[in-house]
């Protein structure tokens, strides 16, 4: 069972055996650091400052050890997407990654601009599941499917495996060509494939004098398909020692899972944006441990530096100039009075549309909570629209049918009321209330609603037949035509909205998915703007009416 603990003692442990080591070293054991899931957070929880002083003061004590990676590094945050990636190469570069594997985020940019980025990374990069049918440039030609390190004179082999849902969970056409998809990374036979792959690679790495094979899987203890795990990876092949698991975010210190021939397989995962950093310790018997550490006092000055350096380049492309208005897009109203979680406004029309674009669907939903600041009429930077969506929530799309869009609407439109402000205050809030693309709709605020919520807030259902939203009309073309309830539509939104019950919200949840994780919001909402302007938006598009 995994088990999802931070344990204070670890560091304690931690702490006690570098205390130790300075009266007695024990340069003979094999460190083996790693992260997972890092997307930008180098400044979070941990940081990596504070990351690169741990891996230092390791080196200092012991002759073998590595910092290795996960996947997942590229996109997540800021440093990522306002240089598709470029400063997360050159701060990797800087901490001294010595292998890493390939995670489905890495794609985000597409596939050219991973190309550019794996080219300039100091460290090895390993993937051994990834099949090219096309007829342009496999970016991973080159690209071991292994590595073998000799570590106090013992080779350790390391395994790089990516997620076969990588595809659906970034975005699809970006491993296609000319509208087939031409990167494959061993999704066929239920997981089969998969293994057989995996076993065919463990095989050639014991062959090649390996005593110790570590897994770097970008799988997750969890997934859609529960063939595409981690465990299911382990209890289907031999020959693997250890799994440093990233993709799920989970939380694991040391759980063990037999293999085919019932033997253990330890697997540890470090959470995301550096809630932890794992550690494989091998000693001279061969034993192995792995332990997680959430804490780490001291700082490298020269990782600090760097990371100001590159602040420092950020802040000037912050300020560049998106796009210019003459107008405010605004989440209030003349007084400053909040009308984005109860009203329609023109910043909310603007994401919608911008979702709805980025992930080629029918109908845009942004929730009037994440539509955070106005963007003041004059010079629009990439800043002024960072600060109004701050969250670099992920898009995706998912069919849903007309009655569940107007299930997913009634819920939003629960505590509207006819009026939005009183006594200098808002009223009738919620932040999960629909700005919408692609769609119209009315709110009879008279009717009361008939949302049934459980005891965690969350949606249970509706306790009559009584609705408050009303008239709801889906674009066609260029004209609005009634939504058909029986009839399945393509839903663009956040992954907040679409798979997370996202202010208990869960209508959509289980919707099919079409793209899991695309682009970051940010990203969608700047290229956006870039390409269309805001003229559009001067006045709302009377898409929400309130009654």
């Known amino acids: 069972m995994k088990r999802i603990i931070k344990l204070c003692i670890v560091l304690f442990i931690v702490l006690t055996m570098f205390g130790c080591q300075k009266q007695q070293k024990q340069t003979e054991d094999i460190y083996i650091v790693f992260t997972s ?49 470029q400063y997360v190469v050159d701060l990797m570069n800087q901490m001294g990654y010595d292998i890493i594997t390939i995670g489905n985020h890495e794609f985000d940019y597409g596939v050219d601009r991973l190309a550019e980025m794996m080219k300039q990374l100091d460290a090895e990069i390993i993937l051994s599941n990834v099949k090219y049918s096309g007829n342009r440039e496999n970016i991973f030609k080159d690209t071991p499917e292994y590595a073998i390190r000799e570590l106090n004179g ?3 082999g390391f395994v790089g495996i990516l997620t076969p849902l990588t595809p659906t969970s970034s975005t699809p056409s970006y491993f296609e060509e000319d509208g087939k998809l031409v990167y494959d990374f061993y999704s066929g036979d239920n997981g089969q494939e998969l293994y057989n792959k995996v076993q065919e690679v463990v095989d050639e790495v014991r062959k090649q004098g390996a005593k110790y094979v570590v897994a770097l899987s970008h799988m997750g203890s969890s997934a859609k398909v529960d063939a595409f795990t981690s ?22 210190v040391e759980d063990k899972y037999p293999n085919k021939n019932g033997e253990d397989v330890i697997m540890c995962s470090a959470g995301t944006k550096l809630e932890d950093v794992g550690t494989l310790v091998i000693d001279t018997d061969g034993n192995m441990t792995t332990m997680l550490m959430s804490e780490y006092a001291e700082k490298d000055q020269d990782t600090i530096s760097k990371l100001q350096e590159i602040n420092d380049k950020m802040n000037v492309l912050l300020s560049e100039k998106v796009a210019e208005s003459d107008f405010d897009l605004a989440i209030a109203d003349e007084e400053g009075i909040r009308m984005a979680r109860t009203r329609e406004v023109n910043l909310g029309d603007l994401f919608a549309d911008a979702f709805r674009y980025a992930t080629n669907a029918q109908i845009g939903f942004v929730n009037g909570g994440g539509v955070r600041a106005t963007v003041k009429a004059g010079e629009i930077t990439y800043g002024d629209l960072l600060e109004a969506s701050p969250f670099q929530n992920t898009l ?13 609407l009634e819920y939003n439109s629960m505590v509207v009321e006819k009026i939005y402000k009183l006594d200098g205050k808002a009223v009738g809030e919620k932040g999960s209330f629909s700005q919408v693309s692609g769609l119209k709709y009315t709110i009879d605020t008279s009717v009361q609603s008939a949302v049934v919520l459980d005891e965690n807030n969350m949606f249970k259902g509706f306790s009559s037949d009584d609705r408050r939203v009303k008239d709801v009309y889906v674009l066609k073309g260029d004209e609005y035509v009634p939504i058909d309830k029986d009839k399945t539509y393509v839903v663009g939104s956040s992954s907040y909205i679409l798979f ?14 079409i793209i899991r994780e695309g682009m970051i919001d940010i990203e969608a909402i700047v290229d956006y703007v870039k390409q269309f302007g805001v003229e559009q938006y001067r006045t709302t598009g009377d898409r929400i009416t309130i009654e």
């Open 500 to 513: 997370e019950p996202g202010d208990g919200n869960n209508i959509l949840n289980d919707c099919e998915t």
């Open 37 to 85: 899931d890092v997307h930008c957070g180098f400044e979070d929880n941990l940081t990596w400052p504070s990351l690169k002083a741990y891996v230092n003061s390791l080196k200092k004590e012991h002759n073998d050890v590595l910092l290795v990676d996960c996947g997942d590094y590229l996109q997540g945050g800021t440093y990522g997407t306002l240089s598709k990636g």
């Open 231 to 252: 465990i299911a990876m382990i209890a289907n092949t031999e020959g693997i020692d250890v799994v440093f698991d990233g993709h799920s975010h989970s939380i694991i």
């Open 154 to 156: 013992v080779k350790v």
């Open 396 to 408: 995706g799309s998912a069919y849903a049918t007309g009655q569940q869009i107007l299930d997913f």
